[in-house]
């Protein structure tokens, strides 16, 4: 049987269960095994498995599983949500974006796990999936329950639940963080594009700021809560790039592997997008350029910066300010540029200079 693995997360890779489960398999089978999520890919890379687990798309794991449908037989959706219920959840709003097609959903396998199906006909595949895995993994199976619908309409008000989100987290949209979580199942509201309210939120005005020349689809806005990687793991690094092309990323962290091809140094903006670029461009051996005000969220925690790397922290409120100079004057309004590394950081702490607080150098 041809069965694609799809694997969403950095935990179901650091724990180890990925790389049991996929062996599992291949002594039966032809897997295609793939992983969707940043973090996902830092803890593949972490595990030495980049030739295990394909990690070159950073598709979203409905979208990978449609994207290889017509070369697999059965696809196994594998994940390890912060607890059962989330993992349950993540499964559900996965499986609704499936149509027609075998899927069996492995979670948690490592602890409180299940083996889930989302169809009736699904269900001997999941029993198959089970005979496979027994002995190493002895998980009871249950179908699945219709995935919440997360987005309303309450006349010119469109709204969206979180669900799975917990007290004290912070709450990002589109990778900016927007606010604290205050209550179980808070709501975003958006009015044409706009957000208008955010209810059971402790709101962070710069994250909103941030936000308030897009316009917001929150059918398709990708929604996160909490720590973007919450296991222990150790970093594995590479040697310094030394390539004269730079790249720029302005509060889109999560998008780094997209946005640094081929590229020696990183201008990263952002306390939080410093630190998660940052830590996964130590995996490449990019170094960053950090424009930072000391707003940190702690969206990661246990993180490293790679060698030959400037974080320059600028005062409060100012580093979107320097941000957008270097992005207009320095790169010209161009995502990548090529410049010699001496001369660029020259530049960058002169358009700084009068807002500069401390620089590090690493």
Do not use: W
Not at 54 to 82: F, M
Not at 91 to 106: D, E, M, N, R, T
Not at 261 to 271: A, N, Q
């Amino acid at each position: 049987m041809r069965i694609g693995i799809i694997l969403h997360g950095p935990e179901i890779v650091d724990v180890g269960s990925a790389k049991q489960v996929i062996e599992l398999f291949k002594q039966e089978h032809e897997i295609i095994a793939k992983l969707g999520g940043t973090m996902g890919r830092t803890a593949v890379i972490d595990a030495g498995l980049e030739d295990v687990i394909d990690i070159s798309e950073g598709r979203t794991p409905s979208e990978t599983i449609l994207s290889i449908k017509n070369r697999i037989d059965l696809a196994i959706l594998l994940n390890h949500g912060k607890t059962l219920n989330t993992g349950r959840h993540f499964g559900a709003i996965v499986a609704s974006k499936i149509h027609c097609f075998p899927l069996v959903h492995i979670e948690r396998p490592d602890c409180d796990g299940r083996i889930i199906y989302y169809e009736p006909q699904a269900k001997r595949c999941a029993e198959y999936v089970k005979s496979i895995l027994h002995g190493t993994y002895d998980l009871p199976i249950e179908p699945g329950k219709p995935a919440p619908f997360s987005v309303r309409s309450e006349g010119e008000l469109v709204i969206r639940r979180v669900s799975g989100a917990f007290c004290g987290e912070n709450i990002r949209l589109d990778g900016i963080v927007i606010g604290e979580v205050m209550r179980p199942e808070p709501e975003i509201v958006c009015r044409e594009g706009n957000i208008v309210e955010l209810r059971g939120i402790n709101i962070k005005p710069h994250g909103l700021e941030k936000l308030k020349n897009r316009q917001i689809d929150l059918f398709t806005a990708k929604v996160k809560t909490g720590n973007i990687r919450r296991s222990l793991h150790e970093p594995r690094i590479k040697k310094v790039n030394h390539g004269e092309r730079i790249a720029i990323i302005d509060h889109c962290a999560e998008s780094t592997f997209e946005l640094v091809k081929e590229v020696g140094m990183v201008i990263t903006v952002g306390d939080d997008t410093t630190t998660i670029a940052a830590d996964i461009l130590a995996r490449l051996g990019i170094p960053v350029v950090g424009i930072v005000d000391g707003d940190m969220d702690g969206v990661l925690v246990n993180t490293v910066v790679p060698a030959g790397s400037v974080i320059i922290r600028v005062k409060p409120g100012f580093d979107d300010i320097v941000g957008r100079e270097v992005f207009e004057e320095l790169m010209g309004s161009r995502q990548e540029i090529s410049m010699e590394r001496s001369e660029l950081l020259a530049r960058i702490l002169a358009l700084a200079e009068k807002y500069v607080v401390d620089v590090v150098y690493y």
